[in-house]
T-cell receptor, first 113, second 115 residues
Framework: AQSVSQHNHHVILSEAASLELGCNYSYGGTVNLFWYVQYPGQHLQLLLKYFSGDPLVKGIKGFEAEFIKSKFSFNLRKPSVQWSDTAEYFCAVSGGNNRKLIWGLGTSLAVNP | DGGITQSPKYLFRKEGQNVTLSCEQNLNHDAMYWYRQDPGQGLRLIYYSQIVNDFQKGDIAEGYSVSREKKESFPLTVTSAQKNPTAFYLC??????????????FGPGTRLTVT
């Protein structure tokens, strides 16, 4: 069965620190990978996605993620976080042409000013 | 302004009552989804619909029902059979091109409290 694992449940950083949130998935075939963000009181919104091509994907607000097929990973990174990045981050995966997304449990990020 | 609307934002019900949550989209998306979000449990799929008059159960469909009579609307009924209905409910939609998986767009959610 497909599954998504986010290793960090709660992360606390100071402003300007670098961020890396881990995401590993289990699925044997072609995958589509997503990172979503939920800012306090706001809609869940797409940060970035990977379908094919360059495994280094750039998203909104300076975020990027790298798909490493051999490690079944799609880690999210940002070189310097801001207080406004405080949010919950979700990794999600779908297999091939499957519309259903499999979601990780989320990582709560708190950035201290 | 295109998007997904969910109403109401907060909903309170007594145990034993059915309650219907509204979800409307004007994005002309074919597919619509209902999720439940609980703290520390991520998003769990309740039902989804890829086309009008058709829908499929997700991972936690027990105690819920849906209808898809119009492309724009996908209401979710939380029945009295749902053992733990208090949660944050999210509706989403996506285009549904054959042979592709695409991102989902989310509404603002409805927080349901059942006492």
């Amino acid at each position: 069965a497909q599954s998504v694992s986010q290793h960090n449940h709660h992360v606390i950083l100071s402003e300007a620190a670098s961020l890396e949130l881990g995401c590993n998935y289990s699925y044997g075939g072609t995958v589509n990978l997503f990172w979503y963000v939920q800012y306090p009181g706001q809609h869940l919104q797409l940060l970035l996605k990977y379908f094919s091509g360059d495994p280094l994907v750039k998203g909104i607000k300076g975020f990027e993620a790298e798909f490493i097929k051999s490690k079944f990973s799609f880690n999210l990174r940002k070189p310097s976080v801001q207080w406004s990045d405080t949010a919950e981050y979700f990794c999600a995966v779908s297999g091939g042409n499957n519309r259903k997304l499999i979601w990780g449990l989320g990582t709560s990020l708190a950035v201290n000013p | 302004d295109g998007g997904i609307t969910q109403s109401p934002k907060y909903l309170f019900r007594k145990e034993g009552q059915n309650v219907t949550l509204s979800c409307e989209q004007n994005l002309n998306h074919d597919a619509m989804y209902w999720y439940r979000q609980d703290p520390g449990q991520g998003l769990r799929l309740i039902y989804y619909s890829q086309i009008v008059n058709d829908f499929q159960k997700g991972d936690i469909a027990e105690g819920y029902s849906v209808s898809r009579e119009k492309k724009e609307s996908f209401p979710l009924t939380v029945t009295s059979a749902q053992k733990n209905p208090t949660a944050f409910y999210l509706c989403a939609s996506s285009i549904d091109p054959p042979g592709h998986s695409v991102e989902q767009y989310f509404g603002p959610g409805t927080r349901l409290t059942v006492t």
